[in-house]
């Protein structure tokens, strides 16, 4: 009998060794182990279209700084929430090829300069469901604005690289409303 338990519990931790399984907190990974391939570098070029008025607006203005703090003339503290269309041409009516939704502040109190928070959700071709997120400043009255690209999903896991930003259409006399053509550089596997 006590054979047989020996035996018994023999077999019983011989098992449990064999099937405890390593909860580590971390482990280093190869590329191949992901499926990981050679990085290439895409070039995206679209318009981006924020509508700040009517009944289409893109844009809402979540928070705004105190009456006695406010700089009007840099709109300094105000926060807006947008989700805006991405197309093919300038016009409205091109080609939808994906969506930018994100947070600007406005974040100097001596020119125009955004904090920019944002995600191009694409939503055309092989990028269908791929994002590229986007944090920096905009100077928006600058004639050329770059902005890195710190991360994306889907197709562009891994993505690094930069947007640059030119204005193609911003008449403040009439509204606030912008259009502005981006040039996307993006490293991804």
């Given amino acids: 009998m006590a054979n047989s338990i020996l035996i018994f519990s023999t ?28 990085t290439k570098l895409t070039h995206l070029h679209f318009y ?23 700089n009007t003339a840099t709109f300094f503290g105000n926060v807006v929430v947008m989700d805006d269309p991405l197309t093919v041409g300038p016009e409205l009516s091109s080609k939808l090829v994906g969506r930018a939704q994100g947070i600007y502040t406005y974040a100097s109190q001596s020119d125009i300069g955004l904090l920019l928070v944002l995600n191009f959700i694409f939503m055309e071709g092989k990028y ?7 944090l920096g400043r905009n100077a928006i009255l600058s004639k050329v604005r770059e902005m890195p690209i710190v991360a994306g999903t889907g197709i562009f896991r891994f993505a690094r690289g930069y947007v640059e930003a030119r204005t193609y259409e911003f008449e403040p006399q009439i509204s606030l409303n912008a259009i502005v053509e981006y040039n996307a550089y993006v490293y991804h596997y």
């Fill in 11 to 38: 077999i019983l931790l011989f098992l449990n060794l064999v099937t405890a399984q390593n909860y580590s907190f971390s482990r280093t990974l190869s590329p191949e182990e992901l499926g990981i391939k050679p």
């Fill in 48 to 70: 981006f279209h924020d509508i700040t008025e009517g009944p289409n607006s893109t844009v809402v203005t979540v928070a705004g700084a105190p009456e006695e703090t406010r």
């Fill in 128 to 134: 269908n469901g791929s994002t590229l997120s986007i």
